[in-house]
């Protein structure tokens, strides 16, 4: 038997770390970060990775033995990156070899790494066919029950038939999920909400996405990111209209930012919406195209950001955000005509996975919306950015959530298949190259649910200030899910290509993580790095 690493070694070891992450940090505030992007890159995600550590190790204390040998593995691997990035890259850094993690960390890195160790996580993960019981508080393990008894009931046996025929998430989910109360986490009770707050939010995104990424996980996303940006902008007037529609599942909600030639430069969005009176009543016209609007087709409502001022130069400060009803369709294209003229077309982008939802680009021309659907009235004019990504930083750390669910299928459904799968006279299990992979998956979704859940709890605390938390959650669980789901393809061997196994859903799902809700090359510069080189 391996004898376990003490959790106090594991905290040394990250406290060695951050010393460097400061002095890394500090050099990177020398210079602008487009003269660096590619350190910059690097070292968000040193530094993500380093946040998770410490957030797993925190959690690691109150949860067993198990989670602090999981903890000491991550902490193992995230120094053995740091003390790579010394010796590969410490010039572009302002790092010396005087500044390598020392003989201390060292000999940590080589026993957390130990082979035995991590197989003899990977043991227990097929001894429970990797389910995932964390210690919780009481009311977050009930959440954590119930949703995944309705995800395992109501969703997942659906799941496989909805990937395949690319079918529309069924209204026998909405109305479920509505009467469970799940469009309206968020919101608070004065509004028809049950205000759970944001860790519950992402133990119920992650059980749903556990169950189906495309036909359930991404559901409160976008209800979640309008919810956010009324309550932070919208006239008590709206606030009472939409956000009990909103919260009972009466509306169904998309988001549509992106533009066909502007995707991450949210800034130059160029859709318009003037000024404009149809049929006696004050309001505006929307022109021009919108992309990749999930859900588009099945919302009743949708949340468009427009310019409302032709003057590109301004960029976001020209930018407002409107409430856009419209009739609900099926199906993989729709159109819409008002009487006054105005007309939307929607079509369905084809993609290789995340499909239920489907993924719209639209067409505005003359779209009539009366002036009470600009958020915030008159007062909300050239406010739509801020908005819209305060209502971002919701999404990012429900994507974060989404990615460990996700991922969490992947390892069930590779422990389930490697104890029963034999070969050479004995399970797949008992070989130790299995052993090992399952104990690198479990860590890797460890240190992911730990940086998820304490960004979560940060948010439910000040949900501005941690915005940058939610980011880095999302950062670095998205690349687990890619990792982890690809990992268990591999131990699947040749049936992990087959669409007869959940697993190669899971792998397709979990391509979009790194890039929807701020795509990783962005989300790497211009929001985890600009925040650690001004904090």
Not at 41 to 47: E, G, M, N, V, Y
Not at 254 to 282: H, L, M, N, W
Request: aromatic share 8%.
């Amino acid at each position: 038997m391996i004898s376990p690493i003490p959790l106090k070694d594991t905290e040394q070891t990250i406290d060695a770390l951050k010393s460097i992450a400061a002095k890394a940090i500090d050099h990177a505030r020398q210079r602008d970060i487009d003269e660096q992007q590619v350190s910059i890159s690097r070292l968000a995600d040193l530094a993500t990775k380093l946040h998770a550590a410490r957030d797993l190790a925190v959690y690691a204390a109150d949860a067993g033995s198990l989670y602090q040998e999981q903890a000491a593995v991550f902490a193992g691997e995230v120094a053995s990156a740091w003390s790579q990035l010394v010796r590969d890259h410490g010039g572009e850094h302002g790092l010396s070899d005087a500044d390598a993690p020392g003989a201390q960390v060292q000999e940590f890195i080589r026993e957390a790494l130990r082979e035995e160790r991590v197989r003899s996580i990977g043991q227990e993960i097929a001894k429970s066919r990797g389910r995932n019981d964390a210690p919780l508080e009481e009311i977050y393990e009930l959440t954590r029950d119930a949703v995944r008894e309705f995800g395992d009931t109501e969703i997942a046996p659906k799941a496989e038939q909805i990937h395949r025929g690319d079918e529309l998430v069924p209204e026998a989910f909405l109305s479920k999920m509505s009467e469970l109360g799940y469009f309206g986490l968020s919101i608070p009770e004065e509004y028809g909400g049950s205000e759970m707050g944001n860790v519950a939010m992402v133990i119920t995104t992650e059980e749903l996405s556990r169950a189906s990424l495309a036909a359930a996980g991404s559901l409160i996303t976008r209800p979640e990111i309008l919810a956010k940006a009324l309550m932070a902008g919208g006239t008590e007037a709206q606030k009472k209209h939409w956000l009990p529609k909103i919260a009972s599942g009466e509306l169904m909600v998309g988001i549509s930012v992106t533009e066909p030639d502007i995707g991450s430069d949210v800034a130059g969005v160029k859709c318009r919406a003037e000024v404009a009176t149809v049929d006696g009543v004050e309001g505006y016209v929307i022109n021009g195209p919108k992309a990749w609007c999930t859900f588009a087709g099945r919302a009743n409502i949708l949340a468009v950001l427009c310019r409302t001022d032709p003057d590109l130069s301004k960029a976001a400060k020209g930018l407002s955000l409107f409430i856009v009803p419209k009739e609900s369709f099926d199906g993989h294209s729709f159109e819409t005509t008002q009487s006054g003229g105005g007309k939307l077309v929607g079509k369905a982008d084809a993609t290789p996975g995340y499909r239920g939802m489907h993924s719209f680009t639209l067409n505005f021309e003359n779209y009539f919306v009366p002036k009470e659907n600009l958020v915030g009235e008159e007062g909300g004019v050239g406010k739509g950015f801020y908005l819209q990504m305060g209502g971002f930083a919701a999404g990012r750390l429900q994507t974060g959530a989404r990615a460990c669910g996700v991922a969490q299928a992947a390892l069930e459904k590779t422990a389930e298949y490697v104890v029963d799968r034999v070969q050479f006279a004995k399970p797949i299990s008992e070989f130790g190259v299995t052993q090992y992979t399952l104990g690198r998956m479990a860590v890797q979704l460890a240190g992911a649910r730990a940086i998820t859940y304490a960004a979560a709890a940060a948010m439910d605390e000040d949900e501005r200030a941690a915005a940058p938390y939610a980011a880095q959650a999302k950062l670095f669980a998205c690349d687990m899910a890619v990792e982890v789901t690809q990992l268990g393809q591999l131990l699947h061997g040749g049936w992990g290509y087959a669409e007869e196994y959940p697993i190669s859903r899971y792998v397709v799902d979990a391509q979009v993580l790194p890039i929807f809700e701020g795509v990783k090359p962005v989300l790497q510069l211009k929001v985890v790095g600009r925040n650690l080189v001004s904090g």
